[in-house]
């Protein structure tokens, strides 16, 4: 059984960045403790856009839809911080990327479906009704 | 047996299996999110102008709550980031940290906010009747400004009048197990004969809990006539151009006391699910977040507790497993970034 499986570093031959750096700590420690001063200055700028966008959702920028893009504005560019900062997606590997791009594409497609049954652009039944 | 990968990465996917395994079911719970946040879309597309509701929960306590998610996610990364470091009376400080921070999440939620909505109480009045209560709606004010129209009046229920068809005793031996007070022949009760009792609760400050309303309601015989509530500062004033949009402070029920015919109502009930589609997909989404977060304690509190064993043997694994959960409660931090405006503010 566990010749089958013999755990590393039996593939460490392929030499992945990660592997490598499993093999020396030391690197990874100081990589890491470079991190730490960032981690620190996005979460107060995520604190900092959450006061934001209160503040913003009490001014009035002539529409309500416009305060909707203003808010959500703010809240994709706070998602981002978080997933490129703290979820370590910068620098993150292709197959993760790939998922994303797959996972975005599907919860898009089902955006759309949501609204294409409200706006019913294809049959345009819906009007009548309304 | 030796579960391969758990350290260093796999060399078709370049990634160790355990975050594979957490971005895959990231991705699912990116559906799962999507399709309620898909349904709060519909909902609001759906709602008729005036129908779905603004300012009704307590933006200080939310932003707060915001507040405190963030700071655990900051924490979350700095157990990892000491655990990377082989720092490990850091990494379980920032860790017990983290924790903290997610039961006071839950604290504040279970505490300071869902109760209150179950407390307080809102009257929808039909469209026909919404001339008759001008005084609480200011429909005429909204009309002239460009504001949407108002359909609700909402406040503490101090009291209801009921009638009551045959045997009174059923409702005297609730009143008395609810410590509620029936009060016959009250001032203005004209019109319904000598049958309109007022229920009001023994305890004045208490008032009757849209919950008891309800029990009473089912009650064999019984048939709420009017409602009284303590008006909520937008319909005691609702001309006042201070309340056309809603109030960053949390705004307590006034002193003025509005009587509404229970046949002018559509539909009165507690900011319970059940009180409009806004409550019931408010309840459902930051509810299934709730235990999200109740979970990744839960996942946590394992790692702080047991996980010192583990990083004995192999500390990468146990920072690799931190990361993991790191990943989960970024996410789950993720989604209440978009919850908290959508819900709160827009």
Redo the contacts between chains.
């Keep these: 059984m566990s010749d089958s499986h013999a755990p590393e570093p039996a593939h460490s031959a392929v030499g992945t960045d990660a592997t490598a750096a499993a093999h020396d700590h030391s690197h990874d420690a100081e990589h890491v403790a470079k991190h730490i001063k960032t981690y620190l200055i996005v979460g107060v700028v995520l604190i900092v856009l959450t006061a934001v966008t209160v503040g913003l959702s009490y001014v009035d920028f002539g529409s309500h839809a416009m305060n909707w893009v203003v808010g959500m504005a703010v809240a994709t560019f706070k998602v981002c911080l978080v997933g490129a900062i703290f979820m370590h997606l910068k620098g993150e590997r292709p197959t993760i990327w790939r998922f994303l791009l797959f996972t975005g594409i599907f919860v898009v497609g089902m955006f759309l479906l949501t609204l294409l049954h409200w706006y019913d652009p294809i049959f345009g039944t819906q009007q009548a009704v309304r | 047996?030796?579960?391969?990968?758990?350290?260093?990465?796999?060399?078709d996917?370049?990634?160790?299996n355990a975050?594979?395994g957490i971005?895959?079911f990231l991705?699912s719970e990116?559906?799962l999110f999507?399709?309620l946040?898909?349904?709060y879309?519909?909902l609001r597309?759906?709602a008729e102008d005036g129908y779905w509701p603004h300012g009704l929960l307590n933006?200080p306590i939310g932003?707060f709550n915001?507040?405190v998610l963030?700071?655990s996610?900051?924490t979350i990364?700095?157990t990892w980031?000491n655990l990377?470091?082989?720092n490990w009376v850091m990494a379980q400080r920032y860790l017990l940290t983290t924790i903290l921070c997610g039961l006071l999440f839950l604290f504040i939620k279970l505490v300071f906010e869902y109760p209150e909505k179950f407390a307080h109480f809102g009257a929808y009045i039909k469209k026909e009747s919404t001339a008759k209560y001008e005084a609480y709606l200011g429909n005429e004010h909204a009309r002239s400004n460009g504001l949407s129209p108002r359909y609700e009046i909402s406040g503490h229920l101090e009291a209801v009048e009921v009638t009551v068809a045959g045997d009174r005793a059923p409702l005297a031996t609730f009143a008395e197990k609810n410590k509620l007070k029936l009060v016959e022949h009250p001032a203005g009760g004209e019109g319904h004969g000598a049958n309109l009792i007022k229920v009001e609760g023994l305890d004045h400050k208490a008032g009757v809990s849209p919950a008891k309303m309800e029990k009473m309601a089912r009650i064999p015989g019984v048939t709420i006539e009017k409602f009284e509530l303590a008006l909520d500062p937008g319909n005691a004033d609702p001309s006042n151009p201070a309340n056309d949009?809603p109030h960053?402070w949390h705004q307590h029920a006034t002193d003025k006391i509005a009587t509404i015919d229970a046949k002018d109502v559509s539909w009165a009930s507690s900011f319970a699910p059940k009180h409009s589609s806004y409550f019931a997909i408010y309840f459902t989404i930051t509810g299934l977040h709730g235990l999200h977060v109740l979970g990744g304690v839960i996942v946590m509190a394992y790692f702080y507790l047991y996980g010192g064993k583990l990083y004995r043997k192999n500390p990468?694994h146990q920072a690799n497993r931190i990361e993991v959960v790191?990943?989960f409660w970024?996410?789950v931090?993720?989604v209440w970034?978009?919850v908290?405006?959508?819900f709160y503010?827009?």
Aim: glycine share 10%; net charge positive; hydrophobic share 55%.
């Design positions: 047996m030796q579960i391969p990968y758990e350290v260093t990465s796999r060399p996917t370049g990634l160790w975050k594979l971005w895959l991705a990116v559906m999507g399709g946040f898909s349904g879309l519909f597309l759906g933006v932003t915001t507040a963030i700071a996610s900051v990364v700095l980031a990377k470091m082989r949009r960053f990468e790191g990943l970024h996410f931090d993720l970034i978009f908290f405006p959508i503010l827009l």
